[in-house]
């Protein structure tokens, strides 16, 4: 009891001090914001609750509690690829994501304390798993992200080589279609057409073409823009054809998606397996079976009688 009660006060004081330290950012931004446009000083509170006033409030609120937390500069620099991995590329998207390993744990903590489960399970013990579930939670939530992002990319690069090869073989420079494909499949494709065309800015901002390009795959990460990269690097040093090399590494990538289609329908019987012994079975068995064994119990019964 006295560990709990040790445990509240000192939740208590650091959501306290949070609260503190927020109410003096959001004070001192509202202060900056009326000095710097003066217009949007006459907002009301029902047009500062809308959702992108909402998410710039929770951004300013959330931001100042990394600082908490210690970081070393290699940590750092580890976070903020994965975070770029993400798509998530500003300098306070570092800073949230660290605010969010402070917040969450105590917002965890804060629910086991008010939610009783200390009543059936030790107070340690509990607060210590709300404390690492919580700081954990934003890498697993970040992890989930990266995947979903190079599933995207993946599963859009087909698509993306041959609008491009089109567009090359129309007589467009490897810039301008690429320029162009990221402009027409940005809506379908918004992932990999954003990669592309951080790829053009960094090209027109004086990049060599090569490095932009392995800077690209080192962004992404993933095995088939890897794959694209090199051929793309070969084709521009030894002056192949840059269509020709992009088609059939289009095909390419076609014929293993329908591959690994292909692998995973010949897995699914092998999946099957377990719901059908664990789940469909034992149903199967008391229906079919049932009938017979209450006929024979109360066979047994008036034969004993």
């Known amino acids: 009891m006295g560990l709990a009660i040790v445990a509240f006060i000192a939740i208590f004081v650091l959501v306290g001090s949070a609260g503190l330290l927020i109410a003096w950012r959001t004070g001192m931004t509202s202060r900056l914001t009326v000095a710097i446009s003066p217009e949007r000083q006459g907002l009301s509170w029902l047009e500062r609750l809308r959702p992108e006033r909402a998410g710039e409030s929770l951004r300013a609120a959330i ?15 580890v976070a903020r690829k994965r975070l770029t991995r993400a798509g998530y590329r500003e300098d306070a998207h570092v800073r949230i994501f660290y605010g969010c390993k402070v917040l ?14 200390t009543s059936f399970l030790n107070p340690f013990m509990a607060y210590v798993m709300a404390f690492g579930l919580g700081y954990l939670a934003p890498d697993f939530w970040l992890g989930r992200q990266i995947s979903n992002r190079q599933l995207e990319i993946r599963l859009g690069l087909p698509d993306f080589l041959d609008l491009l ?32 065309g951080l790829l053009l800015i960094e090209q027109r901002g004086g990049r060599p073409r090569a490095d932009a390009w ?24 030894f002056g192949t054809s ?18 690994d289609v292909e692998e995973k329908a010949a897995k699914t019987a092998v999946k099957l397996v377990f719901p059908l012994v664990f789940f469909i079975f034992p149903s199967l068995f008391i229906v079919t079976l049932g009938p017979s064994l209450l006929v024979m119990s109360d066979a047994v019964e008036k034969f004993l009688k």
């Open 104 to 117: 969450v744990p105590v917002v965890l903590a804060a629910l086991v304390a008010v939610g009783g489960v």
């Open 165 to 196: 090869t089109v567009c090359i073989e129309a007589g467009l420079s490897m810039d301008q279609a690429l320029s162009r494909t990221t402009e027409e499949l940005r809506a379908s494709h918004p992932e990999i057409s954003d990669e592309m």
């Open 214 to 237: 392995r800077i690209l795959a080192e962004r992404v990460d993933i095995e088939p823009v890897r794959l694209l990269v090199g051929a793309i690097v070969q084709a521009d040093q």
């Open 242 to 259: 840059i269509s020709k090399t992009l088609r059939i590494y289009s095909d390419a990538l076609r014929t293993k998606r329908r591959q």
């Open 63 to 77: 931001q100042p509690l990394d600082r908490i937390l210690p970081k070393s500069p290699l940590e750092l620099s």
